[in-house]
């Protein structure tokens, strides 16, 4: 596979012009590592080592307090998989991010920093 991280990313974003941020120095993208933790569909469907894990039911166990994040038109891990987090993990805090993607942190940054910080401070 050849394409480029921001190419790749495109349909990860509410708001695709926010792809240019991922792009640049800091972000590395090795797409070897990538395809063979996802298989060679890694961006529709994930297969090869992550395809057969599941841990939902050890979820319930866990003790520390927990944020989970979702972003409403992320189509990596679509909300209708981020809300079973609000099933298998009843005790944690969910937030959905309403103008995000994948990458609320780059898409909703005011938000994502003030939820973090509410929640590290009540915690």
């Not at 209708?80 to 994948?102: D, R, V």
């Amino acid at each position: 596979m050849t394409s480029s991280p921001v190419s790749l990313q495109l349909g990860y974003f509410y708001d695709a012009s926010n792809a240019q941020r991922l792009a640049g120095d800091q972000y590395s993208f090795n797409p070897d590592v990538f395809f063979s933790l996802t298989g060679d569909d890694g961006g529709f469907v994930v297969g090869g080592d992550l395809g057969s894990l599941d841990l939902s039911i050890q979820l319930k166990e866990i003790k520390i307090p927990t944020l989970v994040i979702g972003g409403r038109f992320d189509r990596v891990c679509l909300p209708k998989y981020t809300l079973l987090y609000k099933k298998f993990m009843p005790q944690a805090k969910f937030i959905m991010f309403e103008e995000s993607g994948h990458f609320p942190y780059i898409e909703e940054p005011l938000k994502f920093c003030e939820t973090i910080e509410t929640f590290l401070s009540n915690n």
